[in-house]
């Protein structure tokens, strides 16, 4: 599936679906469970290598990952969930030779057909709009872009009428430069559904409400992975507990049995 017949969806009224995966586990089980969209997210900085924020993870790493979540496929190329990679910080704000030359490699050497940008300000649109050019297709992010926490916070975003103005005519810009889908996270519910009608692209939701036009989830999220859940996404399921009950189990079977005696030779034989 190209990345621009996810428009066919909306035209539909039929929901995207979008999981994150960070290595060929992760991205079986999504294709498994027959989401739309593998987003391999900069959020593996946090769930993965355990950074409190999504800055440190660097391209190589993305790559690395990426290349990890094709391994895990089991259906044919033009079979398998579309897959976009998230541009990691620094490797687009530093103007656009650098950006083509980040998306580039993602495209190159993975499974990644897409890439993930955040924000719209001026210099960002301008990367996007010459990686469109180059033949690489942009899925935007806005709202809250954990890769400006130092300036946002992890808080809801777009609360003010000021700020709604703002992210409608970023989102509207984003659209107009060629955009194939608009990612809008911890934002009101009113907003994202209002965007969802403006715009002929799909606004997919994290945190915005059921009035969009498709759902992303950090699938570790999802599976109650990690002891820290942000407030608009709630498990599914307790794996984290189950699993550490299991391998509890197993260790203190382990530790309160003793080893069995070793049998002797002539015992092995008459065994067979
Ligand atoms: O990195 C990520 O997982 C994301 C989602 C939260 C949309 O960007």
């Known amino acids: 599936m190209l990345p621009k017949e996810l428009i066919r969806f909306k035209e539909k009224g039929r929901q995207i679906t979008i999981l994150t995966a960070w290595d060929s586990l992760s991205s079986a089980f999504v294709e498994a469970a027959g989401a ?3 987003l391999v997210g900069d959020s593996l900085a946090m769930f993965i290598h355990g950074h409190s924020t999504t800055l440190p993870v660097t391209l190589q790493q ?3 990952h990426t290349q990890a ?6 259906s044919p190329l033009q079979k398998h969930p579309l897959v ?13 030779d650098k950006a083509v030359a980040a998306a580039g490699s993602l495209l190159k050497e993975s499974c990644a ?3 993930k ?3 719209a300000e001026p210099e960002v649109i301008k990367v996007i709009e010459r990686l469109i050019r180059m033949g690489i297709p942009v899925m935007g992010h806005l709202g809250l872009t954990p890769q400006s926490v130092h300036n946002l916070g992890y808080h809801k975003q777009a609360e003010s009428v000021l700020e709604q103005e703002k992210l409608i005519s970023q989102a509207l810009q984003l659209e107009k430069i060629g955009c194939f889908s608009l990612v809008l ?18 606004v997919i939701g994290i945190g915005a409400g059921e009035y969009c036009d498709g759902q992303v989830r950090v699938t570790a999220d999802l599976l109650g992975l990690t002891d820290k859940q942000p407030p608009f996404a709630k498990p599914l399921i ?8 299991a391998l509890k189990d197993w260790v203190n079977q382990k530790k309160n049995s003793s080893k069995p005696r070793t049998t002797s030779a002539s015992e092995q034989e008459s065994d067979y």
Request: aromatic share 6%; proline share 5%; net charge negative.
């Open 84 to 96: 976009v990679c998230d541009l990691p910080f620094l490797s687009y704000q530093c103007g656009e």
């Open 62 to 64: 993305m790559l690395h």
């Open 117 to 119: 940008i955040e924000g």
């Open 36 to 38: 739309d969209v593998v």
């Open 113 to 115: 057909s897409a890439v």
């Open 238 to 245: 307790q794996t984290r507990e189950l699993c550490i009950k």
């Open 69 to 74: 979540v094709g391994r895990g496929f089991t």
């Open 185 to 202: 996270e911890h934002i009101p519910s009113e907003v994202a559904g209002r965007l969802s009608q403006l715009l002929k692209i799909p």
